[in-house]
């Protein structure tokens, strides 16, 4: 079975651009989830969704943006780029489940890099 | 504030050894912890996890085992093996958002 996918690999961008990333879920698991993982640092949660509903938000500015389609896939926007936002950004999906044991799998990551 | 903790930046051991990897957290809230292992350049793969109602949980050659009165949990490896070198974080999940440490680098020399 496919794990979960992301797209693209790697983006560089320039400062004051937009940018879309792009996640594909487990084949039945109907969350996803996205971190964004800086050198050194491990991964810090930004959003997840479940059903098309933001279930949780973490603390980053409103320049983060993400949305759930129906059939789970799900994009993440970041407006008005900042030096700062270069990281590698990670989607997890999940079954889920409201119950904590609902692990989360992860994909690839894309690599942003913002010049 | 980080509310999980990974204190040993890294860890070099011997082939056929075991490694043990710590990691300590503050709320005590928390009850379903994981750990994950991540090579560079690819996401994290889940390892292996532990509900707050056990204290141990094994997999093959990992085991986890949870203090919940120290708040701490710890991964060990046995043995270990050259492919285990890798970046490990542990994490907590309250609430469906994962919580992570700042991981350790394991090296295993042949």
């Known amino acids: 079975d496919a794990g979960v996918t992301q797209s693209p690999t790697h983006l560089i961008k320039t400062r004051g651009q937009q940018v879309t990333l792009r996640c594909s879920p487990i084949?039945?698991?109907?969350?996803v989830s996205w971190y964004q993982q800086v050198l050194g640092q491990g991964p810090q949660f930004i959003f997840q969704y479940y059903e098309k509903e933001e279930r949780g938000r973490g603390n980053f500015p409103d320049r983060f943006s993400a949305r759930q389609f129906p059939n789970y896939s799900s994009e993440l926007n970041v407006n008005a780029l900042l030096l700062g936002d270069s990281a590698l950004y990670l989607c997890a999906s999940s079954r889920g489940d409201t119950t904590s044991t609902d692990t989360q799998y992860f994909g690839p990551g894309t690599r942003l890099t913002v010049l | 504030d980080q509310q999980v903790k990974q204190n040993s930046p890294s860890l070099s051991v011997q082939e056929g050894r075991i490694s043990i990897l710590n990691c300590d957290y503050t709320n005590s809230m928390f009850d379903y912890f994981l750990w994950y292992k991540k090579y560079p350049a690819e996401g994290p793969t889940f390892l292996i996890s532990?509900?707050?109602?056990?204290d141990k949980n094994e997999d093959g050659r990992f085991t986890v085992f949870l203090n919940k009165s120290a708040k701490h949990l710890s991964l060990h490896i046995v043995p270990s093996q050259p492919g285990d070198s890798a970046v490990y974080f542990c994490?907590?999940?309250?609430?469906?958002?994962?919580?992570f440490g700042q991981g350790t680098t394991l090296q295993v020399k042949p």
């Open positions: 994490a907590a999940t309250p609430a469906g958002k994962l919580i």
């Open positions: 532990i509900s707050s109602i056990k």
């Open positions: 084949s039945g698991h109907k969350s």
